[in-house]
């Protein structure tokens, strides 16, 4: 058993190289885990864009670690059908209204390797609801070309899931925490400069604008010809959505991260008018095995459960 599971430590670390710090769109089709697999409560659930696409996301409720393989979390990918715990129902907790935190993905994989994400969120007491963009995962079929960076249409999918979020009765719309990850950070704060009701954001590696971070992709990656949607709004990009974002802002950049360089955090806090927060990561880089989350495990995913308990109002539940 060990010797199996030290086999598949080492496959996730594989995948964690993917994710989320690919140098181009590279979506995953199809699940290789779903959260029953570790006995993780879920609502599994179809929702629709403005312009007719239809995405997939998971429903996270607040639970504690009862009833769930935590030691194959974050660990193994896909779960040997021997290991799988019972899968149990989403009736089997009694979700209330509270807060909720969006696992905003990046530009690879799918939700499943949100997994490990939305479990130290869950576990902290916060409900959780990740999603995919389109041609992602099991929504509908959308092509993708991998050397776009990013596409506008991913702010459709983004205010969907905001959208379907706020529909659910679980959801106090009052405590909404967006936490995106490289491309899901920018993309969140897009969200958090037009909707009212975004209560706090957290942002790892995110960039300034496209003006800044095209010369580092030339030089990172010279071989690629990326280009960039026309049609994205500059505006609301992290240095030029900073100004109007007052709600609290937690940011945090490896230390070493040439993608996303820490001066472009800085340069994005200096700007918030709002409550804010800086954390470069030593030793930690932009993504993958040397991703802040991996290299400060305990201390990333506490000191984010921590700023989102002190700014959605969950001073009351148990760490």
């Not at 199996?4 to 996730?12: H, V």
């Not at 490289?182 to 969140?188: P, R």
């Not at 969200?191 to 003006?211: E, P």
């Not at 990656?221 to 007052?246: F, H, I, M, S």
Request: hydrophobic share 40%; net charge negative; charged share 20%.
């Amino acid at each position: 058993m060990e010797l199996r599971l030290r086999t598949a430590s080492l496959t996730l670390l594989l995948v964690l190289s993917l994710w989320p710090c690919a140098r181009a769109l590279r979506p995953e089709v199809g699940y290789r885990a779903v959260p029953s697999d570790y006995g993780i409560i879920y609502d599994d659930v179809t929702f629709e864009t403005s312009d007719g696409v239809s995405l997939k996301g998971w429903f996270f409720p607040a639970q504690d670690t009862a009833g769930i393989a935590n030691r194959l979390v974050g660990r193994v990918i896909p779960v040997p059908p021997d290991l799988k715990p019972p899968e149990r129902p989403y009736g089997a907790v009694e979700p209330q209204p509270g807060p909720t935190i969006v696992i905003c993905p990046g530009d690879a994989g799918n939700m499943t390797y949100s997994i490990l994400y939305a479990y130290n969120m869950f576990t902290a007491g916060f409900n959780v609801f990740t999603f995919d963009w389109r041609g992602f995962g099991e929504g509908d079929a959308w092509p993708l070309d991998p050397d776009c960076l990013v596409y506008s249409e991913f702010l459709t999918d983004y205010a969907a899931a905001l959208d379907y979020l706020e529909s659910r009765p679980e959801t106090d719309l009052s405590c909404i925490g967006l936490l995106g990850f490289s491309t899901g950070a920018y993309l969140s704060f897009a969200m958090a400069a037009q909707r009212d009701n975004v209560a706090a954001l957290a942002g790892r590696a995110t960039i300034t604008s496209f003006d800044d971070l095209s010369p580092i992709l030339a030089r990172l990656d010279p071989d690629r010809e990326w280009w960039l949607p026309e049609d994205y709004p500059r505006g609301l990009l992290p240095a030029n959505a900073a100004p109007q974002v007052t709600i609290p802002v937690f940011l945090i950049v490896g230390e070493d991260d040439e993608r996303t360089p820490p001066w472009m955090s800085r340069h994005v806090y200096d700007s918030l008018p709002g409550p804010k927060e800086l954390w470069v990561v030593s030793g930690a880089g932009h993504g993958g095995r040397s991703a802040p989350e991996m290299v400060a495990y305990d201390e990333f995913f506490g000191r984010v459960a921590a700023f989102f308990r002190r700014y959605l109002r969950n001073e009351d539940r148990e760490n």
